[in-house]
């Protein structure tokens, strides 16, 4: 070692130890007179001054700075394995908050600067004022994990830590399933494990390390505490937001399904399974309807009955004779007209409503074809090398192309989708962020542009110049018949998911359903009275099972005109399931890549 760098070293230690030793003192001035804050660190003439940090260039190679905490020690597999200390215990078990006084672990300025950044990529923590959120960046605490470590077990109520990623990969994993990329993988700057905290349920999934690892974690008496410290109604705001974005991305990755991983509830040929349905069958939709339909017609029976000199039998048909009988007869008559006419006009309607419901399916799943033409094609005409591998100017073009092909697919469906619009929003994409689906320049360009433009919009021209930019630079072979063809496709794809607004727009004239919808229940209620005239008390069956296929028609027709569920009106049928198209075509992006990452000539 030369003797400047033992000297430089030996400096180092000493400034350490004065840390160490000054900090208790400082540290029992009154909040007032000294404030503890990163602000007094980055500034030459701060309260704690240069002592305090290392130089940037030391922080590789020196490891973490000292951690001062007035929690006491723990011990070392208390550390990493995140067991609970008393800071960090039930709220029932802890002191006031006005005692309650956070640990402090100093930090490098280059550490500082990460772990806010990445909390403000967070908007839970955007709303803290600034020297409230200096110090729950100074309360968190820097660990090292090598890989296969466990961080996070699921159904564990032991919810200690709150955790930001600095260095490696981690994976999640849901009842053993690993989740698919971009959402099965954790990376530098994403954050993890706040919501056990903030809704106090056990821990969702488990997450393991992949790779050597350093996080910085805050425990979760700390983190609540600085929580806390919001506008009550404001952090309730921000936590059903933050609750409804986590459900959108959870639906994406795979965590929540609908029909249990199937883009629509799927069925077998077998009649007896068919008749053992009820789910996602509009029996399910309909029955109510049908059980008053056929209390009207019990009614109507008893009240004839007690009224009228009856001269038949119960279970006989009525006499048609009888003055009541005989006037209910006529009206019946007229009531056999009107069901013609309902049966013609409701399974045209039918027939229509599936029309377009089959239309809305094509158009998606055309829009994962295109996406796949795209990634095939740049795949194939990738640069190699002369081992067959991919160079790696070609490799980060195609990784590129596919980080932008899983956003445009996410933002094309937020935006005709309600259930994911929540994802255009600024929250949306800063919970995006925080969850490592977006970069940082990603998502500063995103907020940057007019809404107007539209987030899916702009994600197709990033595919679409940086696969150009890449036949440029060699690594994608440049190749007319090949870039001709690729824009072809990209062109369709444009067109293709920009024609689903005007399908969606033109589903159905408004005067069509209304009179649909008028004529279904003028026919449906009337039925009592023109079936009990015809068959007596039989007519409480006929006319249960008649408006359970009339209303369950109509409400088929009607979940039909509702592919992608913006009416939230039926959540049990045949409506797609979004998430799973998504996912899809999450792994659409790199399949083509990864088939072609080895030759076999």
Known sequence: MRPSQHKKICHQKRRRRMVTALLPIILLVPPDAVSVSAYSFHRPGGILGRALLLPHHHHRRHGPTAAVSRRPPQHSAQRFLGSSTSSSGDDGGERAEEDFLPPVHFKEPDEFSFVK???????MFQSLPETTLDKLVLAFDRVELSPSSTIIEQGSENIDYFYVISSGDVAVTIDGKPLPDPYGTLSEGTVFGELAMLYKTPRAATVTTKSDCTLYRVDRRTFRHFLDSQDPTEKEDAKTELRHIDAAIDKIAGVKTRYSGSIIRPYRPNRWWLWRRWTGTTLQHAYRISLFNMAVTAAIGLAIGRRADCTWAVAMAPDQSHPVISRLLAFSKNWHYMQGLTTFILTFFLSQSYALWREMYSAARKIQGRLNDVGFLLATSAERDGNGKYTQEASECLDDVAAFTRLFHAFCYAKYASQYSILLSPRGMSRMLSRGLLSQSE???????????????????????????GMEEGAIREDEAVKHVLLAKLSDLRGTYAGISDILDGRMPLAYAHIVQILTDVFVATAPAALYAEMGVWAIFSCGILTLFYSGLLDLAKIFLDPLDNDDWFQESVNMDIGVLIREGNAGSTRWKNGAEVLPF
């Open 117 to 123: 950044s990445t909390l403000l990529t967070n908007f």
């Open 443 to 469: 998502f500063n360009v995103l907020q940057s542009i007019d809404p107007r433009v539209g987030a899916q919009n702009v994600c197709l021209e990033w595919m679409t110049i940086r696969a150009i930019k």
